[in-house]
Structures are given as structure tokens and as C-alpha cells.
């Protein structure tokens, strides 16, 4: 769908967009993260405001300004990121791009662990962090519309469609982040929407045009 330059098809409405990584501690010195720029969020948070929308950005720890036009929310880990996504409902859309850690340490040091020269070190004890997409599929203020990632290595078909399922999104964009594409930490991406309608298959973009090409999608969904 093509839209008019100009046009601002999110006017009134509301949208939240998580991005970057969460950092989840070990001590006060050390943490467990996954690989995120949160360019490709960011971006789509700013696509969101540019055609109107009133965008809520949770950000995870990232090295890239604040887009404008728009709050941003600065978190560190993925309960955080959880409790401030919690605290926008209601919202019209949300849009989950975070790569939120899986993990976190059971009882993270209040003092920086000393090696033992020579020994190995004891195991983290780790647990299951909270999964926002899927809190927020669910939740009894669930938005209208809730857009997924999925960062695949391999089957991103088959584990995308299931992420659609598990988490109650309408939509999940699904790419491949296998070393080799070079979409970690690059400029470029190449996405699969995945929706109850079935795969649409985007050639490789900028992750501008991804974020140009989804808000567009978004207001597209909203308004039919
Ligand atoms: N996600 C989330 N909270 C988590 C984990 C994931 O909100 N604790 C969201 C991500 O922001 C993304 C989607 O869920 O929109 C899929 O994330 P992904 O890591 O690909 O899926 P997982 O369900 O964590 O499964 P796995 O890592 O095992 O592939
Ligand atoms: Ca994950």
C-alpha cells in the first residue's frame, strides 16, 4: 500500500516500540545481554511518529540517541522493560523489537566476583526472564494490534509461525540472524511478516525502508 507523502494515518493513535538488548546483571561489573543496536527499533518507533502516531520507545541499553519526537523510556533489564511497557496500557499498538535477554542470574553479586586464579568459576544459577511480547498478546488490555519480532538462525518459517501462535501477536517479522547475513549490528535487513494470512517475503531493505514499509503495514491493518 502506498501512501502520500505527508500523510499521517496514526493521528490519535497510540503506540509502544521496545528496542535494543536488555542487560541482565551478574554482578555490578558483569551482565548477560544478547546482540542488539536497536537500530532497527528505533527506527520503527520513529516511522510510527512520523505518520502520527504518539510513540511510547522502551529502550534497553543502546548507544544510539533518543529518536525525537517522542518518549523515551530507559531501561536496563527485561523486568523493567516489562513494568514500563505495563505502565503505557492502554495502547492501540505495540510493536516488540526488543532482543530481551532469556535469562538472568537467580541473585546477582552485590560485589564484583573475585577470580580464583587457577580454579574454575561456580555455575550462574540462571532463570526464565518474563516474556513481554507474549504478556502483552495476552493481557486484558491487550492492544489492537501486536507486532512481534522473531531473530532466527535457522527454520525461520516454521519458529516464526509458532511465535505468532505462543505469543498472540497479529503479526511477526521474521529474519534471519545467522552471522553470515551480516543483519547483526548492519544497516540492511531481510524480513518475513508472518500473519494469520499467511508470508509475505520483503526484499532486502534498509532497516529505514523495514521501518517505513511496517508503519506503513500498521496503519494499513489499523484502518481496514
Ligand atoms: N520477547 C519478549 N520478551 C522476552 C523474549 C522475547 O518480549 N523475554 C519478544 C521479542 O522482543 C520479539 C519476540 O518476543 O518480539 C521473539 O523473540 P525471540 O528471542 O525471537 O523469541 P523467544 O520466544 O525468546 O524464543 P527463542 O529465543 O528461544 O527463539
Ligand atoms: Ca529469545
Not at 510513540?55 to 523493567?80: C, Q, W
Not at 524480513?191 to 521501518?211: C, F, R, T, Y
Amino acid at each position: 500500500e502506498i501512501l502520500d507523502a505527508g500523510a499521517r494515518p496514526l493521528e490519535g493513535r497510540t503506540a509502544i516500540v521496545t528496542s535494543g538488548p536488555t542487560h541482565e546483571p551478574i554482578d555490578p561489573v558483569r551482565y548477560i545481554a544478547n546482540r542488539s543496536s536497536g537500530r532497527q527499533g528505533h527506527a520503527i518507533a520513529a516511522a510510527l511518529a512520523r505518520l502520527g502516531a504518539k510513540v511510547t520507545l522502551v529502550s534497553g541499553p543502546v548507544t544510539i540517541p533518543d529518536p525525537s519526537g517522542m518518549t523515551t523510556l530507559h531501561v536496563e533489564t527485561a523486568s523493567e522493560m516489562l513494568e514500563a511497557v505495563t505502565s503505557q496500557l492502554p495502547t492501540d499498538i505495540a510493536v516488540m523489537v526488543a532482543a530481551v535477554a532469556d535469562w538472568r542470574v537467580v541473585t546477582s553479586a552485590d560485589q564484583k566476583i573475585k577470580k580464583q586464579p587457577g580454579e574454575a568459576p561456580a555455575a550462574l544459577q540462571l532463570t526464565e526472564n518474563p516474556d513481554i511480547l507474549k504478556t502483552i498478546g495476552h493481557h486484558a488490555q491487550r492492544p489492537q494490534l501486536v507486532v512481534g519480532f522473531a531473530a532466527e538462525t535457522q527454520n525461520v518459517e516454521a519458529y516464526g509461525r509458532a511465535k505468532l501462535e505462543r505469543k498472540g501477536a497479529d503479526m511477526i517479522v521474521a529474519n534471519d540472524v545467522s552471522p553470515e547475513t551480516g543483519v547483526m549490528g548492519g544497516n540492511r535487513n531481510r524480513v518475513k511478516i508472518i500473519s494469520a494470512q499467511g508470508i509475505d517475503e520483503w526484499p532486502d531493505l534498509s532497516k529505514e525502508e523495514v521501518a517505513e514499509r511496517l508503519a506503513a503495514l500498521i496503519a494499513s491493518k489499523l484502518s481496514g
